[in-house]
């Protein structure tokens, strides 16, 4: 059952405003969910953190319906096994919808019902749930903690809010393909929906990205297997040496970063970015520059995200020119620093700069000391890659989310770090035609 709470714990902070999702996870076979749940040494420590009692206060009575009344007790024990059956024989998604105002919105798909399995459900449904208006999905209730679900196309689908199942229902999920473990599908419109037209009509990402993995048997996780991302056919991403103060520039608290190469757009001033943007970076030698953009969690209202970008004569008047080309209208104050000798630093925040700085210094533990392995895979010739550490991005929500009392707490401190023990992805690679594949290097 604990492998279900995984997924279904998701799903209790639902609300959506229409959108498409922004990401989904695919897992082609839902057992390795399970054994992951009973086997993986990370999962293991969680159930005894108070993180995980934490949530079962409010997920219990939903979950193992440990309320007042017997009749929720086997009613609660029925959705254990039906859904316990059914995730141990099939695929299923999780997927992320986002609109304003809305928090964590989750729905789950289960696919390739079999007629006795759709036929178990239909009869739960009729005997426990309450139709919608349209009588599209049915609701069920257990102590104010409501869940809807819909079956369609041979899937289940389910979320607590009904506009979540219908838009997960109206899809045909019968066509789809799993062809590794797990896949990671990061919807670009939606994900970055600010410079998209950017990323298509001028850098030439034509697509979703999709990050796959594969399952690891002997530890119960899975690891980063290949990556892809689809490209015009006029695309300016090069293939170049990273400098190697590109990589030590990055500090371990960066959860979440990406790099691509690109034509090359220096120096950054008005004139020249404008014939930039106009040639679509066609330059005098096509040679490209390595630009990383990261995310180093919040501070206060201000996002610390940081670009980085090779730059190495920066005197007076390059200075200048940028503060010319980023804060003239007074909106929005970019700072900026040249740090790691050669290395041009842009970032709202005076604090993401700091951590930057402290990383070139080697006061700070830098984004290579995670693995010999990932320092030898930046060392290559690259078109693109990607970082995600699980742990890190986890510990900044739970930083942000706790009020100063609680984060003085010894269990609190605790938490913070077993959730740093999460699991970390690389991915690098080239552009092979109209596609940037990438690679998932071992830890």
């Known amino acids: 059952m604990k492998a279900f709470f995984l997924l279904i714990c998701l799903t ?66 029925l959705i254990d096994f039906i859904f316990e059956n059914i995730l141990a024989n099939h695929s299923l998604s999780v997927s992320y919808y986002a609109s304003a105002g809305s928090a964590s919105p989750v729905g789950i798909t289960i696919y390739g019902l079999s007629e006795t399995e759709n036929a178990l459900i239909k009869v739960f449904s009729d005997f426990f749930g309450e139709k919608n208006a349209d009588q599209k999905i049915s609701m069920i209730n257990f102590r104010n903690n409501k869940i809807g679900f819909a079956i369609h ?29 797990a896949v990671l599908r990061i919807k670009t419109e939606k994900m970055f929906s600010s410079f998209y037209p950017l990323l298509k009509n001028f850098v030439g990402v034509n697509g979703d990205i999709d990050l796959n993995f594969k399952w690891n048997n002997s530890k119960s996780n899975f690891v980063a297997d290949e990556a892809k991302i689809k490209l015009l056919e006029k695309n300016i991403f090069r293939k170049e040496k990273l400098p190697i103060n590109l990589f030590n520039a990055i500090p371990t608290e960066a959860g979440l970063w990406g790099l691509i190469n690109l034509a090359d757009m220096r120096p950054l001033d008005k004139e020249s970015l404008k014939n930039y943007f106009l040639t679509q970076g066609k330059g005098k ?13 919040m501070e206060k209202n201000i996002s610390k995200t940081v670009l980085l970008i090779p730059y190495q004569s920066f005197n007076q008047e390059a200075q200048n020119k940028l503060v010319e080309l980023f804060n003239e209208t007074g909106t929005y104050e970019v700072k900026f620093k040249h740090v790691c000798k050669d290395i041009l630093a842009l970032s709202p925040s005076l604090e993401a700069l700091a951590q930057v700085e402290g990383s070139c210094a080697k006061k700070n533990p830098r984004f290579v000391q995670w693995s010999d392995k990932y320092e030898d895979a930046m ?20 930083k942000l989310g706790s009020p100063p009392e609680i984060q003085s707490t010894d269990e609190y401190k605790k938490s913070l770090s077993l959730l740093t023990e999460l699991p970390h992805f690389l991915w690098t690679g080239i552009k092979d035609g109209k596609d940037l594949m990438m690679k998932g290097i071992d830890q």
């Open 12 to 77: 209790l902070t639902s609300a959506w405003g229409g959108e498409d999702y922004k990401y989904r996870i695919w897992v082609k076979d839902a057992s390795n969910l399970k054994q992951l749940s009973d086997k993986n040494s990370w999962v293991q420590k969680f159930y005894d953190d108070v993180l995980y009692q934490g949530l079962m206060i409010r997920l219990a009575p939903f979950l193992f319906a440990v309320g007042q009344d017997n009749k929720s007790v086997w009613k609660g024990r």
């Open 153 to 181: 196309h041979n899937c289940l689908s389910l979320a607590r809010n009904p506009l979540v199942v219908e838009k997960l229902a109206a899809e045909d999920c019968s066509k789809f393909q799993f062809e590794s473990d």
């Open 285 to 297: 030698d096509n040679t490209g520059v390595p630009v990383v953009y990261m995310f180093l969690g």
């Open 379 to 398: 060392s290559e010739a690259l078109s693109g890659a990607a970082f995600v550490h699980m742990g890190i991005l986890t510990s900044q929500s739970l």
